[in-house]
């Protein structure tokens, strides 16, 4: 069942990333992060109140934590999207499932030694890498001289985002209800894109555009809410690499809505990502042993 909420999510981040092209025309960066956390707190105080659900934490410095780390990862690709090619700053975010394995990995042989983590792990760990490969094929990042200070804080972005979505799932496991910790992630992107338009300023409202916030919004909480049910199961690697599939569903988007070309290299990449992510999947059903983190 992780799998489908992992699409799902996936589907509605890329969903939401054709409406934050057509508003990125008429707000900055900043805007959007404000107004996208602002409609998901909005989304998520009517619905806690309709199911009964508190917002009250017992662990509120988990949560700030989540949300430190969130917003970094979010500033950091914002700004590596401003100075790289975008495919090379989606590549670069995308590593983050790529760092999830390695942390979950190198922990476990820190406390289980070196043999049984990877004998464990090792087969989830090439899928990892082989839907990484397929994100790269599909994207085709390049890198100038002058852009290796973007490069590091893309980098950045990957390594904060693979540190989210852990702090997600332990979250999960000390029994947070989903609802509660996007509630709280909403919050803090508000803060922040708040602090960034005093600096770079709030666009004038001109309708129909300023509609787009609105599905923004709406699909960024829904999405936030999918991916943290899939990372609550405890299957933390094959949620990473099914996460790719958001590069496939955007590469559809591209073809149908906006006109673009994909080269045979692309389709290969697609078709890797796929095959990486159903066999993750296949591995998961087979009830491999799994390392701290990973639990069934």
Same mark, same amino acid.
């Given at each position: 069942m992780q799998a489908l909420w992992m699409l799902l999510a996936s589907l509605l981040f890329a969903t939401m990333g054709v409406c934050i092209k057509f508003a990125s025309a008429h707000f900055n960066s900043f805007e959007i992060v404000a107004y996208r956390g602002a409609v998901g707190m909005i989304f998520l105080l009517v619905a806690t109140r309709v199911r009964g659900v508190s917002l009250r934490t017992q662990v509120p410095m988990m949560h700030v934590w989540r949300s430190v780390v969130g917003v970094i990862s979010l500033v950091s690709w914002f700004y590596a999207i401003s100075v790289l090619p975008l495919a090379t700053a989606m590549t670069l975010n995308y590593m983050s499932s790529v760092w999830i394995a390695a942390f979950?990995?190198?922990?476990?042989? =820190?406390?289980? +030694?070196?043999? *049984?983590?990877?004998?464990?792990?090792?087969?989830?760990?090439?899928?990892?890498?082989?839907?990484?490969?397929?994100?790269?094929?599909m994207l085709r990042p390049t890198l100038a001289p002058d852009q290796v200070l973007g490069a590091m804080v893309g980098l950045i972005s990957g390594v904060f985002a693979a540190l989210a979505y852990l702090q997600v799932a332990a979250l999960s496991k000390v029994g947070e209800p989903e609802s509660r910790t996007v509630f709280y992630f909403s919050l803090a992107a508000v803060l922040a894109g708040g602090a960034g338009m005093v600096f770079?300023?709030?666009?004038?409202?001109?309708?129909?555009?300023?509609?787009?916030? =609105?599905?923004? +919004?709406?699909? *960024?909480?829904i999405a936030q809410l999918c991916m943290t049910r899939a990372y609550a199961s405890g299957a933390t690697l094959v949620v990473a690499n099914l996460q790719y599939s958001g590069i496939v569903f955007a590469g559809i988007y591209s073809l149908t809505i906006f006109g673009d070309q994909l080269p045979l290299i692309g389709w290969l990449g697609m078709g890797l990502i796929i095959v990486s992510g159903i066999t993750a999947t296949v591995l998961r059903s087979r009830a491999v042993p799994t390392a701290p983190g990973e639990e069934h």
């Open positions: 979950l990995i190198g922990g476990a042989i =820190l406390l289980q +030694g070196k043999n *049984a983590p990877v004998r464990q792990q090792g087969p989830l760990f090439l899928t990892v890498l082989a839907g990484f490969a397929g994100v790269a094929m770079a300023g709030a666009s004038p409202w001109h309708w129909p555009s300023a509609l787009w916030l =609105l599905p923004i +919004g709406l699909l *960024a909480v």
